[in-house]
């Protein structure tokens, strides 16, 4: 069964520091997503990859940054965390053109900027 | 740019009373079509998806869902609702382009059912 691993589950962080949320999965996926969920909002996403190096902005990718340096690790980057960035962070991936397969989820971060 | 809408933002119904939860996308293309369920304090769960053939699909827990290519439309129905199919539920739409897909979510809807 394929896993996808979120490194934490809670998130406690100061305005204006770097964070790191990390996110692997196990069944060599090429394509890797990141979204926030917000009431109201749903999901939107952040930015996605489609392969190792390779990256694509999202709906929503202003004050994130990723980083995709190997296959099955795909790290959301927030450069200068504000308040505004509180929210919960799903991972998603899936392989490539597999379009008889849905995406598979990780358990979520809830971050909370103070 | 692509999107997915969904009608009602908040449900409230009576146990028993039938659901229908509607869902729009807006793309030409190839799509894939799904819902998910995300429980009060629980992760997102699928509940049914669609990839191709019959436009009728069957989900878990009584749920299904008809896609209709004409209106972009990928409504949820349950003839008989219960107090525990309380939940936000998610309309997603996964977009097929070139070397890569994307998954669109819609903003979701609140169903709280009453006993």
């Known amino acids: 069964d394929v896993k996808v691993t979120q490194s934490s589950r809670y998130l406690v962080k100061r305005t204006g520091e770097k964070v790191f949320l990390e996110c692997v999965q196990d069944?060599?996926?090429?394509?890797m997503f990141w979204y926030r969920q917000d009431p109201g909002l749903g999901l939107r996403l952040i930015y996605f990859?489609?392969?190792?190096?390779?990256?694509e902005k999202g709906d929503i990718p202003e004050g994130y940054s990723v980083s995709r340096e190997k296959k099955e690790r795909f790290s959301l980057i927030l450069e200068s965390a504000s308040t505004n960035q509180t929210s919960m962070y799903l991972c998603a991936s899936i392989p490539r053109d597999r379009d008889n397969q849905p995406q598979h989820f990780g358990d979520g971060t809830r971050l909370s900027i103070l | 740019a692509q999107s997915v809408s969904q009608h009602n933002h908040h449900v409230i119904l009576s146990e028993a009373a039938s659901l229908e939860l509607g869902c729009n996308y807006s793309y030409g293309g190839t799509v894939n079509l799904f819902w998910y369920v995300q429980y009060p304090g629980q992760h997102l769960q699928l509940l049914l998806k669609?990839?191709?053939?019959?436009?009728l699909v069957k989900g878990i827990k009584g749920f299904e869902a008809e896609f209709i290519k004409s209106k972009f439309s990928f409504n949820l129905r349950k003839p008989s609702v219960q107090w525990s199919d309380t939940a936000e539920y998610f309309c997603?739409?996964?977009?097929?382009?070139?070397?890569?897909?994307?998954?669109?979510f819609g903003a979701g809807t609140r169903l709280a059912v009453h006993p």
């Open positions: 997603a739409v996964r977009v097929l382009s070139g070397g890569y897909n994307k998954l669109i």
């Open positions: 669609y990839f191709s053939g019959d436009p």
């Open positions: 069944m060599d996926h090429e394509n």
């Open positions: 990859s489609y392969d190792v190096k390779m990256k």
